[in-house]
């Protein structure tokens, strides 16, 4: 599902330039869960954005379902998320005017469904908010927040799920509930789930936990990487 090869991003800044990735290598297979650890600024969001095709980066490959990322452009990219990925972040990410219905038929008008409001309202249904179609974000619990922002991910029924710390804002009953709604759509639907969190126990859930360090993969939970250096 996801291919990453020997990619760097490097970001000037008046400082001068700061390498965010140096030399990443990870593959994901089709329908695994994989949890991504790693302390603050090792580079786990920035590697998300990257396999979303939000951010370019500087060099190497990146091929997730089937398409080089690098060959296309940005109405390429759009489309592929579009098709292929869904994401869940840590701030929800919801139209403030939009009701909970309207939040969720986002991805599939853009995909000219025809069926979009009857989708999205089964997708709300599936989390647990059939009673909450025409409420706006701000009438909502963060609980709440997060299950449109999952079933809006899972409603186009993508290849690939990103969650960034998707527990985040939440207290820990509520994370504990988003927690297993997340995986169990992922497993009814066969999803492949790629999970960031600071949480250990959350990671373990996942069939293997790819640990990042400085920008690179410092293990791939399946060997130690090979990709890790000590520089001078």
Known sequence: MVDIDDVHLRLDSAAGPVNILRGMNLSVDRGERVGVVGPSGSGKSTMMMVMAG??????????????????LNEDGLARFR???????????HLVPT????????????????????????????AVGLKHRLTHYPGQLSGGEQQRVA???????????LLADEPTGNLDLETGAHIVELLFGLAERRGTTLVLITHDPALAERCDRTVKLMDGRIADDGRHAARNVRVEA
């Open 98 to 125: 939009m009701t909970a219905l309207e939040n969720v038929a986002i991805p599939l008008e853009f995909a000219g469904a025809p069926d979009a409001f009857d989708r999205a309202r089964a997708g709300l249904e």
């Open 54 to 71: 939000l951010e370019r980066p500087s060099s190497g490959r990146i091929r997730v379902a089937g398409h080089d990322l690098g060959g």
């Open 150 to 160: 999952i079933a809006r991910a899972f409603v186009a029924e993508p290849s690939l």
């Open 82 to 92: 579009r098709d292929h990925v869904g994401i869940v972040f840590q701030a929800f």
